[in-house]
């Protein structure tokens, strides 16, 4: 259900279990709902063995909220999956930070997907495009003429497109289906492999892979947002918001010129999407797979995810454009009871709005990276959220935890392993 108000003050102080009845009230999450969140609450054994071959266990990771996110004027609490500190915290901030000029607007595609056949040995490339395109209408039928709930509700196979690879003998059938809420990827595997004999009579050639592709781009989320000096600046004043604005500014030229710095920076950007992704029950490789790749399909080469520039009152305005293969039914998303109950949280009503979403989020992780790179450096802010972590790593336990965390933090001192163990030892000596 959509949320009244995303900006929780003072959430981030709460104890976890104050979090989760905090958020159970806002999304209206039943006790079952709750439990899903839980440690010994979430996947089952059995529902395990159900999703994969040899299953021993499962493995839990945290999920955090971030807040403060406007989307197309709704308020969201998004979820993430992540073991990442400052990931959530830096996504939180960014948010916060575009409200004054309206949040997040987002313009996502339908979810039309591809799917590929490879025919080979091909006598005559010319004969056999001909031959299929003038049989696509009987074609699509064809793909269509299954029962399928998408089919029923107006999705199925909507255009089919020939390709030539360069190579002598082999060209590649694309058809393209509308998945409506579902990723579809076994909807399209079953229309190609319906129709590869039909493509093989028409072209005289020999049908090999037929296999949906995961470069979605008929099936793009976009994103962009706007970020006034003022908001972005370290002391609320435009003269140090210009100056932050300039830094990020040639951060970004940086990853989009050099492919070396792109991949760290489209990490950053994924740490956002990825996350809302596993969060929700999507597959997150695919995306991955997807945004990668398309930066090269799109750009001709390798570089950033995301658009920064400055506009005609100084503000920075930010832009993305990913695709994002994703569903509300099929999959994980329904099998999963932890990430049904995150899709509670989260209140979209769609696969359009879910990838809209993750869109907002890779946008503002990016700007949390960039900005923080270009001020204070990455490690600073990191390090300090990264603190309990470490004292974990070095054997604090309970109330240690946060002891041995402040003493670092307050020392002074550049923040290493090494510190910490010895600021354990410290405080179990003066215990």
């Not at 998004?78 to 916060?96: G, L, Q, R, T």
């Not at 049989?135 to 399928?148: E, V, Y």
């Not at 509700?153 to 059938?173: A, Y």
């Not at 976009?222 to 370290?234: D, Q, V």
């Amino acid at each position: 259900m959509p949320v009244d108000n995303s900006r929780l003050k003072g959430f981030f102080r709460l104890s976890a279990e104050e979090r989760l009845q905090l958020i159970a009230d806002i999304a209206g999450l039943s006790e079952q709902d709750i439990a899903a969140l839980s440690p010994s609450g979430g996947l089952k054994l059995g529902d395990a063995n159900n999703m994969v071959e040899n299953v021993i266990g499962t493995m839990s990771m945290p999920i955090g909220i971030a807040t403060n996110f406007i989307i197309d004027g709704k308020h969201h609490l998004i979820p993430y999956c992540i073991e990442e500190s400052s990931v959530i915290a830096a996504a939180s901030n960014m948010a916060k930070r575009c409200h004054i000029s309206g949040g997040f607007q987002t313009n996502n595609d339908d979810s039309l997907m591809i799917g590929q056949i490879q025919l080979l040995e091909i006598p005559h490339f010319e004969t056999a495009k001909k031959a299929i395109l003038e049989a696509k209408q009987s074609l699509i039928d064809d793909c269509n003429s299954r029962q399928s709930t998408i089919i029923r509700l107006g999705g199925g196979c909507k255009d089919i497109e020939v390709r030539q690879t360069g190579i002598e003998g082999m060209m590649i059938i694309h058809i393209i289906v509308d998945c409506l809420e579902a990723m579809g990827a076994n909807t399209v595997n079953t229309m190609t492999e319906r129709i590869a004999p039909r493509i093989e009579a028409l072209s005289g050639g020999r049908a090999h892979l037929k296999i949906l592709s995961n470069l979605a781009i008929h099936r793009l989320a976009r994103a962009s947002a706007t970020f006034t000096p003022e908001e972005i600046s370290r002391d609320g004043s435009r003269e140090d918001g210009l100056v932050v604005i300039s830094g990020i500014l040639e951060a970004y030229q940086f990853a989009d010129i050099d492919p070396f710095r792109a991949t760290t920076h489209n990490k950053g950007t994924m740490n956002g999407i990825s996350a809302v992704a596993m969060a929700c029950g999507q597959d997150w490789r695919a995306i991955e797979a997807a945004c990668h790749s398309y930066v090269v399909w799109d750009q001709g080469r390798y570089g950033s995810l995301t658009e920064w520039e400055q506009d005609e009152n100084g503000s920075l305005v930010g832009r993305i454009e990913v695709p994002l293969a994703v569903g509300t039914v099929g999959g994980a998303v329904k099998v999963h009871p932890t990430a049904g109950t995150n899709m509670k949280i989260l209140g979209v009503d769609s696969a359009k709005a879910l990838a809209g979403v993750m869109a907002c989020a890779g946008l503002a992780q990016n700007l949390g990276a960039l900005r923080a790179l270009s001020t204070s450096g990455i490690q600073s802010g990191h390090m300090r959220l990264h603190l309990r972590n470490m004292a974990t790593t070095s054997g604090a336990k309970g109330d240690e935890i946060d002891a041995v965390s402040q003493m670092v933090e307050e020392s002074g001192e550049p923040i290493t392993q090494s510190l910490m163990d010895a600021m354990l030892d410290k405080h179990r000596i003066s215990d």
